[in-house]
């Protein structure tokens, strides 16, 4: 790899590997220490073609959530099975890893915007601005700049578009998986909105146990399948369909924060 080779972005290869072998030590012992990640699935990112590949999660905090995406892909990669353990994975991580991110987070300080440079594909979202509501049209370049890492690499995306559980998804994931024809993976992730602060940079409690399942790849018929119905499997593949909430009493439901936390574990001694 040249010095100053760049991505499709302008981003400088060199530098995201740094940043990223940096940002991978400093926040490794957040999944591996103070809490303990549970992982399911690392042998279907191996089988992952390099590119055009759509990782479909929920979402519980603004960066935790995608840091360990970072930290499990690139494990899952290295040949660890299901397990971080051995930050040394880290040393030539994959480069080509995107996730979809609202612009404006990305430019509120000098830490979002290191973030940014490590693998953010920014967008203006079209239904919150500055924390009020609003509605805009959506602007064909960000569409343009997914389709962009989605022809160099991997791009990971929540398209509830918010942290809070069970909200519908936003139709213009279902636009891109028809336009740009990926293998879409789903994820589904839970503990992380017990652990950290809403942001994912505190550490709000120690020994949670968090948990992130890799699905198999969705069927899709790209060229005859309605938008609704994308969004379906979608919603059911990540487990944030309405019907998952019908099963769930309204008891367990309003103890729902109260009794994950009895999801914890007892940290070893060493």
């Known amino acids: 790899m040249g010095l100053f080779k760049k991505n499709p972005f302008g981003h400088i290869l060199f530098i995201k590997k740094w940043l ?20 399911e699935g690392s042998d279907i990112i191996r089988s ?6 759509l990782f479909v999660s929920n979402h519980q905090t603004y960066f935790a959530d995608v840091v ?15 397990s971080i353990k051995n ?5 030539n991580p994959k480069l080509n890893v995107y996730y979809v991110a609202a612009a404006e987070t990305m430019k509120k300080s000098l830490l979002t915007k290191v973030m940014a440079y490590a693998g953010s594909v920014s967008i203006e979202r079209t239904w919150r601005a500055e924390g009020k ?4 049209q959506v602007k064909m370049s960000d569409i343009t700049n997914i389709g962009t890492a989605l022809n160099d690499g991997w791009v990971i995306t929540f398209p509830q ?23 879409v993976v789903p994820v589904v992730i839970d503990g992380f909105r017990r ?27 790209y060229e005859n399948e309605s938008v609704d119905s994308i969004i379906e499997k979608l919603e059911y593949a ?33």
Do not use: C
Request: glycine share 6%; charged share 30%.
């Open 20 to 39: 990223i072998r940096i940002m991978g030590v400093i926040t490794h012992q957040r999944y591996k220490g103070f809490n303990k990640l549970e992982i």
């Open 48 to 53: 992952l073609p390099d590119k055009n590949v």
């Open 68 to 82: 360990a995406m970072f930290h499990v892909f690139n494990a899952s990669l290295s040949g660890r099975i299901d």
């Open 87 to 91: 930050v040394g994975y880290l040393w």
């Open 133 to 136: 509501e609003v509605k805009r």
């Open 161 to 183: 578009g918010t942290t809070t559980p069970w909200k519908p998804l936003r139709k213009g994931t279902a636009h891109i998986i028809k336009r740009y024809k990926p293998v």
């Open 195 to 221: 652990s950290f602060d809403k942001k994912g940079l505190r550490v709000k409690k120690k020994g949670i146990l968090q948990s992130m399942v890799i699905k198999e790849p969705l069927e899709f018929d």
């Open 238 to 270: 990540i487990e944030q369909h309405p019907s998952f909430l019908k099963v769930i009493p309204k008891e367990e439901l309003l103890a729902y924060e109260e009794e994950n936390q009895k999801r914890r574990f007892r940290a070893p001694s060493s």
